[in-house]
């Protein structure tokens, strides 16, 4: 018979910090928001094999559509971001790649029909992910208020457990604070997300072969390596940079005011 040394007792209290780190550290409690992130991300990168895929987008495309969105809307809180209009776009393009707006379970894919889509907001409390609930369901403009009402309860943490209900992809936008690109980790049970970028000046080839300038934005999204790989991502990444250059796009987010564009729509 073997006998073995029972395992050291694990130190929770203060006295571990004391412990191990150097004299004037100091120890901060995380918030449950930051618990629970750190617990679902430790859950990403274990149990998920991880795969990234970036593509450059024509930010001067997605700026005349937004241009054109806003040019009626005279007062400046309503006005349609960024982050609403490439959310818009994305839950279109899901329907056109539906295993991105899926999950892994053991031997099958689960495709969800509807695209609940999470928002990564930045809070004095931590990072928080709500969900606009049937994304695909929603005009621009409804999309844009969602949006804008997700983050006024998340800064005055009045969300509540509905909002974090059901979500089947994420967007991570950090083009705001200038990062121009980074890989984000799945939020699981979700099969991808997307991180998106701050635009950027650059250039590019036009049609005779001449360099030109160009400003672009960079999204990289993150999949899951059991039911994606990453030809689906890149055709899911070029559904959605053709959907911001067509006209029917921007028709579409004219025409329909308030109203939702019927699902499966020519978007």
């Not at 987008?57 to 609403?84: G, H, M, Q, W």
Request: hydrophobic residues 40%.
């Amino acid at each position: 018979m073997i006998e073995r040394n029972p395992p050291p007792e694990s130190k929770t209290d203060g006295r571990r910090s004391a412990e191990i780190d150097p004299p004037g550290s100091s120890r901060i409690p995380l918030t449950m928001t930051q618990k629970t992130a750190a617990r679902r991300m430790l859950q990403s990168a274990r149990e998920i094999p991880q795969f990234s895929v970036s593509r450059e987008l024509d930010a001067e495309a997605l700026a005349v559509v937004r241009n054109r969105i806003n040019a009626d809307i005279e007062d400046a809180e309503s006005r349609v971001s960024f982050t609403s209009l490439l959310i818009w776009l994305t839950a279109h393009a899901l329907l056109k790649h539906p295993r991105l707006n899926g999950r892994f379970d053991e031997d099958a894919i689960v495709q969800h029909e509807s695209v609940n889509m999470a928002v990564a907001i930045d809070t004095p409390q931590g990072l928080t992910v709500p969900v606009i609930h049937r994304a695909e369901t929603l005009s621009v403009y409804e999309t844009a208020e969602a949006l804008k009402d997700l983050v006024t309860r998340a800064g005055g943490k009045r969300l509540s457990g509905s909002d974090f209900k059901d979500a089947t992809f994420t967007i991570s936008n950090l083009g705001m604070l200038g990062v121009t690109r980074f890989t984000p980790l799945i939020n699981p049970p979700q099969a991808a997300i997307m991180g998106v970028g701050a635009p950027r000046d650059t250039v590019r080839t036009n049609v005779d072969g001449i360099l030109i300038p160009a400003r672009t934005i960079e999204v990289t999204v993150t999949g899951d390596h059991r039911i994606l790989d990453g030809a689906e991502v890149a055709r899911f990444l070029q559904t959605l940079r053709e959907s911001m250059e067509q006209d029917e796009v921007i028709e579409a987010c004219l025409s329909t005011g308030w109203k939702a564009v019927p699902a499966g729509g020519n978007i």
